[in-house]
């Protein structure tokens, strides 16, 4: 009796040490960006392979991915800037969209444009922001 309750302990404590793991995983794992409306993940070295979902869990199941993006409703530059606490190193309007170029020591990834570290970037139209790290791939 005490060897199948010493296995069946052994077996809870292993399962329990399996579900932190995984846990942890998944917090470290789920997309940088709370809340949007459509993820973009892109998995490849060109805007070519980018896997498009509604949930943020998708990037739990890709791997090899090197930057994402979210789209939002209303103007939400001003909101992300100050969450990732982002400096703003330059900015370009074009077609009633201002893209922010920005860096954020809470981020990882980057690129290089011009001679700027860029790791966060948002386009916003008034009616609808894009964020992406290191940059927004494809188009807005």
Known sequence: MRGAFLTIKAFIITAVAIFCVLFVYALTSVSVFPKGSRYEYYTGTSSEEIIVSRSPIKKLFLSNIKGESVRYTGDRAE?????FHAEILFTEEAAGIVNYYCYSPSLKNSVIIGDKTVNLHIA???SETAAGTPIIFGGF
């Open 79 to 83: 909101e992300l800037i100050a969450r």
């Open 124 to 126: 916003t139209s008034g």
